[in-house]
């Protein structure tokens, strides 16, 4: 009886939707990777979905800065510990959730055995829980959760319109690339002075993956610089809700609607799931 419940439960799990792993990273800091993260994951929950972001800027993490909302429990608690997964969810106003990561995740690669194991159940748990898994990557490209980018179903780099950040933005994807060639990648261009030089600048970067790497991107389009998102930072706000008749909220809200109608309409190829993936990682270890 046991050994026939346990298989419907798996069977269970099998046919469910699960969340929509998603990492956002950038090529250099300073381009609003982290305040992004933060209101496109209140946005996907003011339209209704169930959203955790996750802060894996390893040793910088400002998520709990950004919202005001600070945790004493960390993942690395639910690791060395004996609670669940969910003890160390915080609820935030915004109508999402987030979850520290603490600074222990930039040694991965040396867990034991038990640590990998409750991190697999808890992301499990996590994926059927909630319809999307945000992932706020550190800057740049580097071996500290890197396993973690690998895995996600699509990965969203921030970039500005300056020279330096769209060469770092595109070394960030053809790193990840050269890995893994079939992962999705959105691009975002932050805080441009007038529409044309956003434009311009995702361009460049989708263009030079099409010529030189023989890959498509999925444009997500331009945020506009905005006095209102400086002072919503200093409110510890999301902009999107202290000021949602800004023009950075407004434009922000209108590419969320196109983002999720276009994951609606999205027809999915049998892929491994996030957490097949990040397991397959460890095994590789």
């Known amino acids: 009886m046991d050994q026939a419940e346990t298989l419907r439960q798996k069977m269970l799990y099998m046919n469910k939707p699960l969340a929509k792993a998603i990492a956002v990273v950038s090529g250099k800091g300073g381009v609003g990777k982290s305040n992004f993260s933060i209101n496109f994951a209140s946005e996907l929950a003011t339209k209704g979905h169930k959203v955790l972001l996750m802060d894996m800027d390893i040793g910088m993490g400002n998520v709990h800065i950004l919202l005001g909302a600070s945790s004493d429990q960390n993942i690395l608690h639910y690791l060395e510990g004996d609670g669940s997964i969910e003890d160390v969810i915080v609820e935030v106003e915004g109508g999402f959730s987030y979850i520290s990561g603490g600074s222990g995740l930039n040694k991965m690669v040396e867990w034991k055995d038990l640590e990998i194991t409750r991190l697999m159940d808890g992301f499990n748990v996590l994926q059927q ?11 740049g490209a580097s071996e500290n959760g890197l396993e973690l980018i690998m ?26 690339h050269m890995r893994d060639h079939d992962k999705s990648f959105a691009l975002l261009c932050n805080r441009v002075m007038n529409p044309e030089e956003g434009k311009v600048a995702l361009s460049r970067l989708s263009s030079a993956m099409n010529k030189f790497l023989n890959k498509d991107v999925r444009i997500l389009g331009s945020l ?3 006095p209102y998102v400086r002072r919503s930072v200093i ?17 922000l809200k209108n590419m969320v609607q196109a983002y999720v109608a276009h994951n609606n309409e999205e027809v999915h190829s049998v892929k491994p799931r996030f957490t097949e993936r990040l397991s397959a990682f460890f095994r590789r270890k």
Do not use: R
């Open 129 to 139: 829980n909630y319809d999307y898994l945000i992932f706020d990557m550190g800057a």
């Open 224 to 226: 506009p610089e905005d």
């Open 235 to 251: 409110s510890q706000t999301p902009f999107t809700k202290l000021y949602p008749d800004s023009p950075a909220s407004k434009t």
């Open 151 to 176: 895995a996600a179903d699509e990965v969203i780099v921030i970039t500005t319109g300056e020279p330096t950040s769209i060469m770092d933005a595109y070394s960030m994807m053809k790193f990840i």
